[in-house]
């Protein structure tokens, strides 16, 4: 279900599970966790829930079904893992301009590169 609650995330290769910042994205399956969450910058920070999401991606036809997504408020970024992606059936494909989330052929979502990293408007 989409509840307008718009942003953008990041497509991230080295994250192992989807980390959204704004706990409202995760619909379903919620439960409370307190997980250790180490970023790049080395730094550590907790995940308080986990639990499934719907995002649709801005540009795209369908919205992404993703379980095991947690909820990191203290997340600058929300971060979407390249291989959970291919792990419920999607293909991503990179340019040097831009990022394509496939659903079999059908586009589920677009996202623009910026500096090194690849962003994707989302509504969640």
Same mark, same amino acid.
């Given at each position: 279900m989409h509840d307008g609650h718009a942003g953008e995330a990041t497509v991230d290769s080295g994250a192992a599970v989807r &980390? &959204?910042? !704004?706990?409202? %994205? %995760? @619909?379903s399956s919620r439960r409370k966790v307190? =997980? #250790?969450i180490n970023t790049a910058g !080395? =730094?550590?920070v907790k995940a308080n829930l986990d639990g499934r999401a719907k995002v649709l991606m801005i $540009? $795209? @036809?369908?919205? +992404? #079904? &993703?379980?095991r997504v947690l909820s990191v408020p203290y997340l600058r970024d929300n971060l979407l893992s390249v291989g959970g992606l291919? #792990? +419920?059936a999607h293909t991503v494909i990179f340019t040097n301009i831009e990022c394509t989330v496939l659903n079999g052929t059908t586009i589920v979502g677009r996202g623009e590169r910026k500096g090194v990293v690849y962003v994707f408007g989302i509504m969640g």
């Amino acid at each position: 279900m989409h509840d307008g609650h718009a942003g953008e995330a990041t497509v991230d290769s080295g994250a192992a599970v989807r &980390m &959204m910042k !704004n706990e409202r %994205i %995760i @619909a379903s399956s919620r439960r409370k966790v307190s =997980t #250790d969450i180490n970023t790049a910058g !080395n =730094t550590s920070v907790k995940a308080n829930l986990d639990g499934r999401a719907k995002v649709l991606m801005i $540009g $795209g @036809a369908n919205s +992404v #079904d &993703m379980s095991r997504v947690l909820s990191v408020p203290y997340l600058r970024d929300n971060l979407l893992s390249v291989g959970g992606l291919c #792990d +419920v059936a999607h293909t991503v494909i990179f340019t040097n301009i831009e990022c394509t989330v496939l659903n079999g052929t059908t586009i589920v979502g677009r996202g623009e590169r910026k500096g090194v990293v690849y962003v994707f408007g989302i509504m969640g």
